[in-house]
């Protein structure tokens, strides 16, 4: 069932303006290398707390972003690059994982529950219970009428408040577009092993579209656009998580590696030399955020 190429749009990139497909490609990379950049930290001891790592789903928030900027954002947990692709600032985000009240949420939110009104980003962060960002974000669009994005895993679609919340959505005709990052996992548990239905299909039984495909970024791209004007909608997209659910432990190689898989497409497109500057540059970039002097004089140490 799960793959790399299921339910993607084929020749997509061809499609898409060159500036559209570079930038995802750097919102990846900012994310990728930002990442990186936590898991150094981590082995050298300037992190002592566990982190969730966005590490090998960076093309759905890239992706997302690019298509619904305007939107107002309820993340989950597994947020750094939700908070990264809106364009949220590393050394802000860095310093949240310190726990310094330089950090985007003063130093108080950590990892898993980042909130921001800054450079134009509406992000709100939630309190640590999983799927509880989904009824806030419902909440918020209908007491606003502004349009929502809610993101959360394959595991919290389960929770009943979830269900009840797409169906008040759909109820309402609320401006919401529900994103499950689906990457098989809730912990440990696969999702054969937790449930016999698809989530996708319950959301389209109470009446709105609903989509399944992979973490392509250009599909991603074209059907967030193509949804963003009838709402609410949901999408399944199937990704897979590098690092442990909490940390920057490895169980296994991942069922597929988007970037590369992104890469070898930009290249094919005659985009090669472009990528590469980008991939260095952001490398680059996300390396002075973390460079272990700077880090060094943050702590006092």
């Not at 929770?159 to 996992?185: Q, W």
Request: hydrophobic fraction near 40%.
């Amino acid at each position: 069932m799960r793959s790399a190429d299921i339910g993607v749009i084929k020749g997509l990139s061809k499609k898409i303006d060159k500036a559209v497909l570079l930038e995802i490609f750097k919102r990846i990379c900012k994310i990728k290398y930002f990442e990186q950049g936590v898991i150094d930290a981590g082995k050298d001891s300037f992190l002592t707390y566990q982190v969730y790592l966005s590490s090998g789903q960076e093309s759905i928030p890239a992706a997302v972003s690019m298509a619904i900027p305007e939107f107002m954002i309820f993340a989950q947990h597994r947020c750094h690059g939700t908070y990264l692709a809106w364009g949220g600032y590393p050394e802000k985000l860095r310093d949240e994982l310190l726990g310094l009240p330089t950090g985007v949420s003063g130093g108080k939110a950590g990892s898993n529950c980042l909130q921001c009104f800054d450079n134009g980003i509406k992000m709100f962060g939630h309190h640590g219970l999983i799927g509880e960002n989904v009824p806030l974000g419902v909440g918020a669009a209908l007491g606003s009428g502004k349009p929502v994005v809610c993101f959360f895993g394959d595991g919290a679609a389960e929770e009943d408040y979830v269900f009840s919340a797409m169906g008040f959505a759909v109820t309402h005709k609320l401006p919401v577009l529900f994103i499950c990052e689906d990457n098989n996992l809730s912990i440990l548990t696969k999702v054969k092993e937790r449930r016999s239905w698809s989530v996708a299909k319950v959301a389209g039984a109470l009446g709105m579209p609903a989509f399944e495909f992979s973490d392509d970024p250009w599909t991603i791209y074209s059907k967030t656009r193509e949804l963003k004007t009838s709402l609410p909608a949901y999408l399944n997209i199937f990704t897979c998580r590098q690092y442990w659910h909490v940390g920057c432990g490895v169980d296994g190689p991942p069922e597929w590696d988007r970037f590369s898989i992104v890469k070898d497409e930009l290249s094919k497109l005659g985009y090669k030399k472009e990528i590469e500057e980008t991939e260095n540059n952001m490398k680059k970039a996300m390396g002075r955020v973390w460079d272990q002097k700077q880090l060094q004089k943050l702590l006092k140490k």
